[in-house]
């Protein structure tokens, strides 16, 4: 088992930024692929990025050149940096490790809350 730590979410103003970070309790971290996912209320979880051992990186459309993945295998640690945050980014954010080692074992984080409002 993995367990995932998010942390630094929180309100802002349209068009501020906000850093998301996940710990990952493994000393395996290099193996996995690390990704944000994100839900809203009322509304199915989507993939927000993914960064790859490699730091290979993929964004869904909405957020692309606005949010940047980044990962710290030193620290075990991947991070969320959104800037210019819109409305409708607000839903509550996951961690998510997928272990290319096995391609089957998946974890994921318990989420943290991102409003965005004036």
């Known amino acids: 088992q993995v367990q995932l730590v998010e942390s630094g979410g929180g309100l802002v103003q349209p068009g501020g930024s906000l850093r998301l970070s996940c710990s990952a309790s493994t000393s395996s971290f290099a193996f996995y692929v690390m990704g944000w996912y994100r839900q809203a209320p009322g509304k199915l979880r989507e993939v927000v990025a993914t960064?790859?051992?490699?730091?290979?990186?993929t964004y869904t459309d909405s957020v692309k050149g606005r949010f940047t993945i980044s990962r710290d295998n030193g620290k075990s640690t991947v991070y969320l940096q959104m800037n210019s945050l819109k409305p409708d980014d607000t839903a509550v954010y996951y961690c998510?490790?997928?272990?290319?080692?096995?391609?089957?074992?998946?974890?994921w984080g318990q989420g943290t809350q991102v409003t965005v409002s004036s």
């Open positions: 998510n490790a997928f272990d290319m080692r096995t391609r089957v074992n998946n974890y």
């Open positions: 960064v790859t051992p490699g730091s290979s990186t």
